[in-house]
């Protein structure tokens, strides 16, 4: 019997490669770039939704730090660039990171840190979403 849902069998530095070709491909638009035309504009915003819209997940638990932050330097791209305002990065408790200690928790705050341009601010995640495990991240504006 066939499984449903994601493959685990794709590869995650091809997966990469595609969000940098896509990104590549399809730049942010500049702010030369001329509006659009009155005629052309919608008169009524679409109706909203009343479901929340899950928030974009980054998985780097059991990753080494190169990969780890390879991925998260493409993740958090391509979020800034579509101007998504808050994503979580899931980088594990470090419970078997040895006597270091965790360094994938520190790795991505210290990222955040060197790159105010995208991150506007972070957090813990609440318990029920990761909690010392995961962070929250809010992205600035394009």
């Known amino acids: 019997m066939a499984k ?7 590869d995650p530095d091809r997966v990469h490669r595609e969000i940098l070709d896509y990104l590549d491909e399809h730049p942010p638009p500049s702010e030369k770039t001329p509006s659009t035309p009155p005629a052309a504009r919608p008169k009524k915003p679409a109706p ?66 060197r790159h105010p341009r995208w991150v506007r601010s972070y957090r813990e995640a609440p318990p029920k979403e990761g909690g010392q495990g995961a962070l929250i991240i809010r992205l600035r504006s394009p």
């Open 4 to 10: 449903r849902g994601k493959t685990h069998d794709q």
């Open 48 to 113: 909203r939704s009343k479901k929340p819209v899950p928030r974009p997940e980054l998985m780097l638990r059991r990753l080494r730090y190169d990969d780890a932050l390879g991925r998260l330097e493409t993740f958090l791209r391509f979020h800034f660039e579509a101007g998504t305002p808050e994503v979580r990065v899931v980088h594990g408790k470090g419970l078997r990171s040895g006597d270091e200690g965790p360094v994938l928790r520190d790795a991505v705050r210290d990222y955040c840190d």
